[in-house]
């Protein structure tokens, strides 16, 4: 079976810029979650979608969001890019969401603002 | 609010040790625990999976313990090899929240 994917790998951009995300999580799973991960800040929670809703929500500002289609395929958009935005961007899946199944990553999007 | 602590947040060890690696958690009510490793630069990879209701899971020279009434977990390594050489990260799971992560510990095997 595959493992959750992510593209791009790596993205350059300048700030003021947008970029989106992508996350194909593993066949099944329909709980899709996005983690940033940062030196200063480790691992913090940006929001998760279930069936095409989005469940929970972290602490970060509107300029973040993200989609989930029907294939559960999750997307995240950042828009107005600023320095303090680079970050390892983690997808995440699992085949239950509430009750906290297993969670499986996905490599990265290593994002770098310039 | 839920606040999950790793310590040591470094470890260096000789090829062969045996190791503990901790971790702690502020509020007892949790879903489960689940322990991860990151080697630099890449993703997560699921180590153990521990439900609130078990005590430790085992795979291979790896063995987690949860003690939710005390808020400690703990992940020992048998006969660690340089290829453990990675940073280990454990992660609470509540109701209505996502992973809630410590901030890792940073294991080095020399040889």
């Known amino acids: 079976k595959a493992g959750v994917t992510q593209t791009p790998r790596y993205l350059i951009k300048t700030r003021g810029q947008q970029v989106t995300l992508s996350c194909s999580p593993i066949?099944?799973?329909?709980?899709v979650s996005w983690y940033q991960q940062t030196p200063g800040q480790g691992l913090q929670f940006l929001f998760e979608?279930?069936?095409?809703?989005?469940?929970n929500k972290g602490n970060f500002p509107g300029r973040f969001s993200g989609r989930q289609f029907s294939n559960s395929r999750s997307e995240m958009n950042v828009s107005t890019l600023e320095l303090g935005d680079s970050a390892l961007y983690l997808c995440?899946?699992?085949?239950?969401?509430?009750?906290?199944?297993?969670?499986?990553f996905g490599p990265g999007t290593r994002l770098t603002v310039t | 609010k839920q606040e999950v602590t790793q310590i040591p947040a470094a470890l260096s060890v000789p090829e062969g040790e045996n190791l503990v690696l901790n971790c702690s958690f502020t509020?007892?009510?949790?879903?489960?625990l689940q322990w991860f490793r990151q080697d630099p630069g890449k993703g997560l990879t699921s180590l153990l999976l521990?439900?609130?209701?078990?005590r430790e899971q085992t795979s291979g020279r790896l063995n987690a313990s949860l003690d939710k009434s005390s808020g400690r977990s703990t992940l020992y390594i048998a006969a660690s090899q340089p290829g453990d050489s990675a940073t280990y990260l454990c992660?609470?799971?509540?109701?209505?929240?996502?992973?809630?992560f410590g901030k890792g510990t940073t294991l080095s095997v020399s040889s």
């Open positions: 979608y279930f069936s095409e809703t989005q469940r």
């Open positions: 995440a899946s699992s085949l239950v969401g509430e009750l906290g199944g297993e969670q499986y």
């Open positions: 521990i439900q609130s209701s078990q």
């Open positions: 992660a609470v799971k509540q109701a209505g929240t996502a992973l809630i």
């Open positions: 066949s099944g799973h329909r709980s």
């Open positions: 509020d007892s009510a949790i879903y489960n």
